[in-house]
């Protein structure tokens, strides 16, 4: 039984260079059009696979807080109206961008109930902000969190990035800095992918993309775990550090592959087994939903039982806790040493693995080289 829940909003007020996301400028789109689709797709959804207790909510994008005041009410008005039953501690999660976030807006998302911020802040220097695309510069990022407190929001995220062009191990140490100084409970931290389709890859294709060299990124995701540690953030999953208290609640089901729905254009949701993917395009997600009054799903499948254990082995071991025998074993009936006994004993043999009589976890050889470790799980 799912107790997550996943919306996408896909508007952002423009496309950031690194950015693959399912998202699209929102001038112009039929934004409200959207919403009302989003409406039926929650709705028709609940009719064939009820929920009793929400535990998390997520609103992702793009960027959820590019929504106007009355957008953001009707939407905030709709989730509130399908999902009735809350778990007592909900974790109601939404993704907002510096510069977007006016007192206003951020009184509305709490009146109806939203009681996490995740701000995209990525890094605190104008001109690498302008270079990687984004809108805000650092005085917006300190007016937002302000913002957000003055209205009572206290669990805060914000996003940095490494690997960035032009991007120093100095400026890494800069950023992180000054993050500290806002005294968040939680910080995640990315390396940078050049992702097809983004206007990064094509200026990687021809040899202009500036990156660091690859030494410079693995001491700059060295020195943010030491500093992490340093000021008082515990690592729990292999990009995201916490105060006590302040795990992403939401985050960890995706990692200890637990049902959620998911709902909006682009959107995966994992149900009774079944993995799920919605239409991508905004007008043919609200056409398929309004028009032919249909579930808008490009893709769904059965989830067997090896993709299972696959699953739960690739996911699980993000987090520093890793997999727990015990929980293998409760769920597939079997030794995990049954499934995956030769790449496990490989795995410690190259120090990227520890087990022991409680489960497997990545050393921290394993952090920096965790793709490497998944790989190994898939047939």
């Known amino acids: 039984m799912a107790h997550a829940v996943y919306i996408h909003i896909p508007f952002c007020t423009n496309k950031c260079h690194y950015c693959d996301f399912n998202s699209y400028i929102a ?17 028709k959804t609940l009719e064939i696979i009820p929920i009793k207790k929400v535990k998390t909510i997520f609103v992702g994008g793009g960027t959820p807080t590019v929504l106007s ?3 953001m009410e009707y939407f905030l008005k709709s989730v509130k109206n399908h999902f009735q039953s809350w778990d007592q501690e909900i974790e109601f999660t939404m993704e907002a961008n510096p510069g977007t976030v006016e007192i206003e807006k951020l009184q509305i998302m709490k009146d109806y109930g939203v009681n996490r911020l995740s701000m995209g802040v990525q890094a605190f220097q104008d001109g690498l902000l302008s270079y990687i695309g984004r809108i805000h510069n650092v005085r917006d990022v300190y007016q937002s969190v302000d913002n957000a407190h003055k209205v009572g929001f206290t669990n805060i995220n914000i996003d940095l990035m490494i690997g960035l062009p032009n991007q120093t191990l100095s400026m890494v140490k ?9 005294d968040l409970p939680h910080f995640s931290v990315y390396s940078l992918k050049v992702e097809e389709n983004t206007l990064f890859h094509r200026l990687f294709e021809r040899n202009q993309l500036p990156l660091p060299p690859e030494d410079d990124e693995l001491n700059m995701y060295l020195m943010t775990i030491e500093q992490m540690e340093i000021h008082g953030y515990r690592q729990y999953e292999i990009s995201n550090f916490a105060k006590k208290g302040f795990k992403s609640k939401h985050n960890i089901t995706y990692w200890k592959n ?4 998911g709902f909006g254009a682009g959107a995966h949701g994992y149900l009774n087994g079944k993995r799920h993917m919605n239409l991508k395009g905004v007008v043919p997600y609200i056409e398929k939903i309004e028009k032919e009054q249909q579930l808008p799903r ?12 696959e699953d739960m082995l690739m996911l699980g071991l993000r987090l520093l806790e890793g997999v727990k025998i015990a929980d293998y074993e409760r769920i597939f009936g079997e030794s995990i040493e049954t499934k995956f006994g030769s790449q496990i004993s490989e795995l410690v043999d190259k120090g990227l693995l520890i087990k022991d009589e409680i489960g497997i976890r990545l050393t921290k050889k394993g952090l920096i080289y965790g793709n490497e470790v998944f790989a ?4």
């Not at 001038?27 to 709705?43: N, S, T």
């Not at 490009?298 to 254990?309: A, D, F, G, L, T």
């Not at 190994?376 to 047939?379: D, L, P, V």
């Open 27 to 43: 001038q112009g789109q039929p934004v409200m059009d959207y919403l009302k689709a989003l409406d039926l797709e929650m709705k």
């Open 174 to 182: 800069e950023s992180l800095d000054k993050a500290f100084e806002l």
């Open 376 to 379: 190994e799980f898939i047939s």
């Open 258 to 261: 637990e049902d959620y729905y």
């Open 69 to 71: 005041l009355q957008e």
């Open 298 to 309: 490009i893709e769904e499948h059965e989830v067997s039982i090896e993709e299972k254990k």
